[in-house]
Nanobody, 118 residues
Framework: QVQLAESGGGWVQPGGSLRLSCTAS????????IGWFRQAPGRQREKVVC????????YYAESVKGRFTASRDRVKNSIHLQMNSLKPEDTAAYYC???????????WGQGTQVTVSS
C-alpha cells in the first residue's frame, strides 16, 4: 500500500522560505503525477504544484509561480517544494497527493502546516 509522508512545514515570517518534502513508500510505478495541494480554513482546496512522473513537466498555480519550485528525486521516491518569498496568504495545510488530476481518487499524505505571519 502506498503511503505519502510530508515534512518541512512550520512558521516563517513574510518573505521567508520553507522547503517541504514528500516521501512515498511502496511507490507504485503507475503514479502518473504527484504534487501538492493546500487547504486553508474558509478557502477552497488549491492545487499548488503537479509534476508528471513521465517527463517531470510541472504545473504551478498562478498564485505561486516564480516563488515556488518543485523537484523530484526518483531514486528516493520523493518530491520537494521549495517555497520562497512566502506571503501570509500561503498559510495553509499542505498535502502531498499521488494523483493531481483526480485528487479524490489518489493517496494523500497526512499534511504539514505552513504558517506565514509576522
Amino acid at each position: 500500500q502506498v503511503q505519502l509522508a510530508e515534512s518541512g512545514g512550520g512558521w516563517v515570517q513574510p518573505g521567508g522560505s520553507l522547503r517541504l518534502s514528500c516521501t512515498a513508500s511502496g511507490f507504485p510505478s503507475n503514479f502518473k503525477t504527484i504534487g501538492w495541494f493546500r487547504q486553508a480554513p474558509g478557502r477552497q482546496r488549491e492545487k499548488v504544484v503537479c509534476v508528471s512522473t513521465f517527463d517531470d513537466s510541472t504545473y504551478y498555480a498562478e498564485s505561486v509561480k516564480g516563488r515556488f519550485t518543485a523537484s523530484r528525486d526518483r531514486v528516493k521516491n520523493s518530491i520537494h517544494l521549495q517555497m520562497n518569498s512566502l506571503k501570509p496568504e500561503d498559510t495553509a495545510a499542505y498535502y502531498c497527493v499521488s494523483d493531481c488530476h483526480h485528487p479524490d481518487e489518489g493517496t494523500w499524505g497526512q499534511g504539514t502546516q505552513v504558517t506565514v505571519s509576522s
